[in-house]
Structures are given as C-alpha cells and as structure tokens.
C-alpha cells in the first residue's frame, strides 16, 4: 500500500524535516563542508520525489524513510570527501540570513547570561562534563559527589537553561506542532 | 510530558561519545521525534556556549552585562532618585503608544524599483531552493519566512523572461504543478522571484530573480 501525499502535507514534509536533515549532514560532515546545504537540498528533492511517486509504502515511518536516504546521501559523500581529500576544503558563511543569524547570537546571549547566573556547583559539573568531557563518573570521583547527584545537577542546569530560552524565544517548537497535525 | 528514553543519549550523540550503531539508532530517533530533536537542538547551543567560555565558566568573574541590562539598571536608578518622573513619563510613554497605533497613522508602503533585478529600498526575501542549476524541473520552491500573516507571491519566468506560472500562498515553501514541471525543458534557463503582501494588501518585501537552469542530461 502506498500512500499518497497532498500537495499542502509535502509542503509540510519540507519545512517539517529541512532543520532535522540539515543538522544531521552537518554533525556527519562538519559545517565546514562546503556543499552541505546543497546536500540539503538535494536529498528534500529525493525525498518530495519519492513520495510523489508512491515509493512509500509505510513499510516503516515517514521519519524512518526520510532517515534512510539521508544517510544514504551521507555515505556517498564521505566517500567522494575520501576520494578528494587532497582538495583543501574552504571554509564558506553559512546560508542562513541575517534574521537568522541574529536570532542565533540573541540565544548565544541569554545562554551565556544564564550559565553565568548559575552557582558555582552547578558551573563546575558543566565545565567538567562538557567542556573537558569527563564521564558522569569521572565528574563524581573529581568533586567527590556520588554519580547521582552529578546527574541531578546536569539535568537541574539544563532546566534553567531551556526556562530562560522559553521566556525569551516561546516560539521556537511551534512548527512542530503541524507534525503532530500530519501523523494523526 | 513524560521523559523520552533517548533523551539519555543527547550528550553522548553530540560530544560523538557514542558507537557507529549507537549513533544511528539515535538518529533515526530523532527523524521521528520532534521533542528529542528539539532537545537536542539546544543542548548543541548550550554545549557550544560552554566551549566557548571554557575555564572562565568555573571562575567568579561574570561577563559584562548586555547593553539593554545596563540601560534598564540606569533606568531604574534615574526613578529610584527622582520618584516625582514617574508620572510625567508614563504619560509621555502612553502618548507615544498612542501615536504609534492609532489609526491616523499611516503605514507606508516600502517603495521598491522591480523593473529588472533592481530593489532600491525596503526588505529583501532570501530565496532558499532552486538557487542553482538543477538536474531536473524543480518539484518545490522554499524562500525565508519574512513576518507574521505574510501572503507570497511567487513568479517563474522562462529565458524569455515570459510568465511561466504563478501562485499564492501563505507558505514559505510550495509544490510545483506537475503540468508545468512537464513544461521546463533541460538546457534551457528560468528565474523566479517572490514578493510578500501584508494582509492589508501591501506589498512589504520581494526577492531578487535567481536564475537556474535545467541541466542537460546528456
Ligand atoms: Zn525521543
């Protein structure tokens, strides 16, 4: 059984997966890549094509399907960046235009205010688990804390790190909710 | 909202402590739940933050404030010292408002010179896909949100610079036809371009024409 797609749900599709197929590329091929947006856009085509034509079958979800030839389109490309590896790869500005980027370095801004407002018990795990990356129980056995609470305190400064995105940027997850809309 | 189980790899999947297959599994994860990806979206800023401050973090010194605190602060000292302001400012403040929104006060249209490639003044639409030579008739066009309660108007014109199709919506990314797609031709070129119209029918922003061509297969 294959199914098949209004015009309103691939559009949707689009928008939905562009930011998840994008920071999978880029985490698999560094941002300095220079031709990963156009990987971007090359496996949306591959995607919005295939749906067109009724090669998904539901055979698995439609994140699963997405996720296959994404990292199908990944493979290839690490073996072509094998191949030309002598090339040297130059580092380009990233697409995102100005809005964006602006909106980025606000949530830079607030992140750092925030880390900054948090006790030093709190800083001192964050330093050590993320910046030198340290194991939870590296961290323990460093500050004499048991693992436990070394993962209490983690997942406490997160908390107060994402309440104060939320009080600045609420909207951030609203485009997820027409995800929601297509799945039922 | 009840924890995700995957959410435990988060930290592990972005500082790559995790194993080829690990990784994986948590990736097709996240293809298919938008609260991990979420989550994992800001733990990279915030792991990004903490590598950029490095040991500065577990010192007591505090990063300068930013400018809009320290001009609140000032603000508030100006009040604290003279309680007499208040009053006179939260009229002068409300007055302001007032102007701003009331109806007398007329919007005015961004003017724009679109003859060409030409845009003199106002907002510019960045264009997302097709913005270079394709393999195949584009399937899709996708340019940059630019504001609330926008409608777009997207335009294609073949090398001839003559109407191919055209279409509204209040998307950021729409479908193209099939008939026309059957139209494009490989080796030949075509431009789009996209305007944006407030919903009291202004026109508020356009984009430059990019130009693509259809490559030849051969
Ligand atoms: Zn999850």
Not at chain 1, 59 to 80: A, H, P, V
Not at chain 2, 160 to 165: G, I, S, V, Y
Request: glycine letters at 4%; a positive charge.
């Amino acid at each position: 059984m294959s199914r098949q797609f209004s015009t309103n749900e691939l559009e949707q599709i689009i928008r939905q997966y562009r930011p998840i197929i994008g920071f999978t590329i880029k985490k698999a091929l560094g941002p300095q890549y220079p031709e990963w947006e156009d990987i971007v856009q090359d496996v949306l085509t591959q995607v919005i094509s295939k749906l067109q034509k009724g090669e998904f079958r539901e055979e698995c979800s439609l994140g699963t399907f997405i996720y296959t030839i994404t990292k199908r389109r990944i493979i290839d490309c690490i073996r072509q960046k094998a191949k030309a590896s002598s090339e040297k790869i130059e580092e380009i500005a990233s697409l995102g235009g100005p809005e964006e980027d602006f909106l980025k370095k606000e949530r830079a801004e607030i992140i750092s205010q925030t880390l900054f407002k948090l006790k030093p018990k709190f800083r001192e795990i964050l330093y050590l688990y993320y910046y030198k990356e340290l194991s939870r129980e590296e961290v323990a056995a460093r500050l004499g804390l048991s693992v436990r609470q070394v993962s209490e305190r983690l997942y406490y400064a997160q908390k107060i790190l994402a309440r104060s995105l939320r009080k600045f940027f609420p909207e951030k997850n609203s485009n997820f909710a027409l995800l929601r809309r297509l799945k039922k | 909202m009840s924890k995700c189980r995957f959410e435990e790899l988060i930290d592990g999947y972005l500082l790559n402590k995790l194993d080829t297959e690990e990784a994986e599994r948590f990736e097709e994860h996240f293809f298919n739940c938008s609260r991990c990806f979420n989550q994992l979206q800001q733990r990279e800023e915030v792991i990004k933050a903490i590598k950029e401050h490095g040991p500065a973090l577990i010192r007591e010194v505090k990063p300068a404030q930013s400018r809009l605190q320290r001009w609140a602060d000032e603000v508030v000292m100006i009040f604290a010292n003279r309680q007499w302001l208040v009053a006179p400012t939260i009229a002068a403040f409300l007055i302001v408002i007032f102007l701003i929104f009331s109806p007398f006060s007329k919007e005015e249209p961004p003017s724009f010179v679109l003859n060409g490639e030409n845009v003199l003044r106002g907002q510019a639409i960045n264009l997302i896909s097709p913005i270079i030579d394709v393999n195949q008739p584009p399937l899709y066009f996708e340019w940059k949100k630019q504001g609330e309660d926008l409608e777009y108007k997207i335009s294609l014109y073949d090398s001839r610079n003559e109407l191919l199709w055209s279409s509204t919506t209040k998307e950021t990314v729409i479908i193209l036809p099939e008939d026309i797609r059957k139209k494009m031709k490989p080796g030949e070129k075509y431009s789009w371009q996209v305007k944006a119209i407030s919903s009291n029918g202004i026109l508020v922003a356009v984009s430059s024409r990019v130009q693509f061509m259809i490559k030849d297969e051969n």
